[in-house]
């Protein structure tokens, strides 16, 4: 009796680490890498990120960003085409990198003819980026600081305070390179934008190394007719150029979780060892 008590003491003993591995290994997995709402993670660059299919790419992590119509009175303002961009981001060398994709099966690039409109991309910053502007092109207390690029007129850097309000800087301080490949449905726009990290000027974005950084983003298919307020635009998101909180507070909740699935599982072995116990006499 002693020999098959003692089997079955091993047997328990042998499931509960089981479960206790299992039950970590299903905590912490999505918990590792959880990453808070709306944010977009920033990678060191460490690879030639100069044009859109650059192998050094391929070690950046994208965030896919949801994209629906803008509040707008344009006609058809809500018979958008766009529905998410993917969005990558760099950080080295004194340059931030951006990298936007998404889907467009026509590569629309003039605008010299009647109806004619072509594909564009923009990137939308708070010039404070204490506080966070109006989504729809910033207010006239707290303007944004807009990306743009045309595939008919390419790059502009634009200051708005509120819709209808768009000034170009006449000394831009980003660029962008961009690419249109592949065919029918799985053709994409990819567009790279670079900025100096240092770079300044009255209306311009800062972006430190000590705080988080608002982010929104707007895409236009020109053979949908999508021009001006018809456009698929974002929430607000982020960059997390501050410690922001990824660090120990994830940590905390993972140990935290594990630890209560561990006393859990070690209870339901020691009823079971017990139960096994009272069978046994």
Known sequence: MRDTTSKRRRTLLVAAVVAVLVTLSAVAAPLASARPAHEIPVAPATGDLSGPTTDGWEDVPAATVPLASAPSSVPNADQTSVERVHVQAARGDGQLHLRLQWHDATRDVATNETRAFADSVAVQFPVNTSSRPPIAMGGPTNRVNVWYWSGATGTEELLAGGAGSTTRFQNPSVNATAVHRGSGENATWTVVYTRDVGASGANRTTIADDGDVDVAFAVWNGSNSERAGRKSVSEWHYFPFG??????????????????????VVAVTAFGVHRARGGMR
């Open 243 to 264: 410690p922001g909180p990824e660090g120990p507070p994830y940590e905390t909740v993972l140990w935290t979780v594990a630890g209560i699935a561990i006393v859990g």
